[in-house]
């Protein structure tokens, strides 16, 4: 299967890192672009020289533009891995869409096309008879979309909540364990590199609101966008507020609820041993079902190995769909 890669940051590499270990499917990548460069071979590129060029000079390839390589290059997939942007979600959007006009599955890590343009990227993938998706861009290696898609295919999905961004669970659970501030602990997290060196993304709760309409659109077929979505982040909480709620039997966890009426972020007590109550970096998210009852998923959220680890489960996924892999009954492309 030959693949397209746009982004070769932190998740860019761990893709690169885990195609050089080993892929369910053979996988050549023949397109690498960063921010400002792109290379190109037909054949197939050698990643870790790749790796190496962008090392020594901050750059994976020559100043050709990326949207002619996009349009002119073969491939079969596009892994779009850059850093998610808001309000008209570009340049990823274009990225996605010039694969689709080129014939190409998406495979997609970033959040930002496919919460703020959801519906346009569905409707061109279906013109093309092509697919676009997203696992890696909602709880990283945690099975979340695939879980909707295929796991509950045959069920009814009534809501979905649960905890989706590790820094906020991060910092509430060390508040609470250690009855330190909101402003100490958010240091610490960014000195350990789990909080960035701006946090409003995720601290505010729109990192969490962007998962929550995602999820609301894959299952409810819905055009949601961050606007439809009520948020309150965890910056207010204090260490009284916690030791309260612990006093109480509870903790206090950042949510995002996902129904058919409501998306909303906000800070809500979960009792001691609920399912939702996990702590550190963790993720999780339970599904209220018509037949199954509730189902929960949970798992590391974030991370470039784990984001990795999604979009190669979305990239084999395709493989075995579509007859990339060599023994599928479904014949190629």
Same mark, same amino acid.
């Given at each position: +299967?030959?693949?397209?890669?746009? *982004? !070769? ?7 690169? $890192? ?14 690498? %672009? ?9 054949? #197939? ?23 002619? /390589? ?15 942007? @808001?309000?008209? %979600? ?21 959040? #930002?096309?496919? /919460?703020?343009?959801?519906? =346009? &990227?569905?409707? /061109? ?8 998706? +997203? ?20 069920? $009814? ?12 669970? !991060?910092?509430?659970?060390? +508040? ?14 960014? $000195? ?9 993304? $995720?601290? =505010?709760?729109?990192?969490?609101? @962007? ?14 966008? &961050? ?19 612990? =006093?109480? *039997? ?5 949510? *995002? ?34 037949? /199954? ?41």
């Amino acid at each position: +299967m030959k693949v397209a890669l746009v *982004g !070769f940051g932190a998740v860019g590499r761990g893709f690169a $890192d885990v195609v050089l270990d080993d892929t369910p499917v053979e996988v050549d990548v023949v397109l690498v %672009a960063d921010s400002d460069t792109v290379t190109v071979d037909d054949d #197939g590129l050698d990643l870790e020289e790749v790796k190496e060029t962008k090392k020594e000079t901050g750059d994976v390839g020559d100043g050709k533009p990326l949207m002619a /390589a996009l349009r002119e290059t073969e491939y079969d997939v596009l892994v779009e891995a850059t850093p998610t942007t @808001l309000g008209d %979600a570009e340049p990823a959007f274009s990225h996605i869409t010039a694969a689709i006009q080129n014939g190409a599955h998406v495979v997609t890590s970033n959040k #930002g096309p496919v /919460a703020m343009r959801y519906s =346009e &990227l569905m409707e /061109a993938a279906d013109e093309e008879g092509v697919e676009v998706r +997203m696992e890696g861009a909602v709880g990283g290696a945690m099975p979340v979309i695939n879980t909707v898609r295929e796991s509950l295919a045959g069920d $009814d999905v009534y809501a979905a909540r649960g905890i989706l961004n590790g820094t906020c669970n !991060f910092i509430l659970s060390r +508040m609470l364990e250690e009855g330190l501030s909101y402003e100490h602990v958010l240091g610490e997290a960014q $000195d350990m590199g789990i909080a960035e060196t701006d946090p409003t993304f $995720d601290v =505010e709760g729109i990192d969490t609101a @962007l998962k929550c309409v995602i999820l609301s659109n894959v299952l409810f077929d819905g055009e949601s966008t &961050l606007d439809d979505v009520d948020v309150t982040g965890i910056t207010e909480i204090t260490p009284d507020a916690l030791r309260l709620a612990d =006093e109480s *039997g509870h903790v206090v966890k950042l949510i *995002g609820e996902v129904t058919r009426d409501e998306l909303k972020v906000e800070p809500r007590l979960i009792p001691k041993e609920h399912s939702l109550d996990v702590g550190g970096t963790l993720n999780v998210v339970s599904f209220e079902t018509e037949f /199954a009852g509730e189902i929960t998923v949970s798992g590391k959220g974030a991370g470039d190995e784990e984001t990795a680890s999604a979009l190669v489960s979305d990239l084999t996924a395709i493989a075995r769909k579509h007859g990339f892999d060599g023994d599928s009954d479904t014949g190629g492309e």
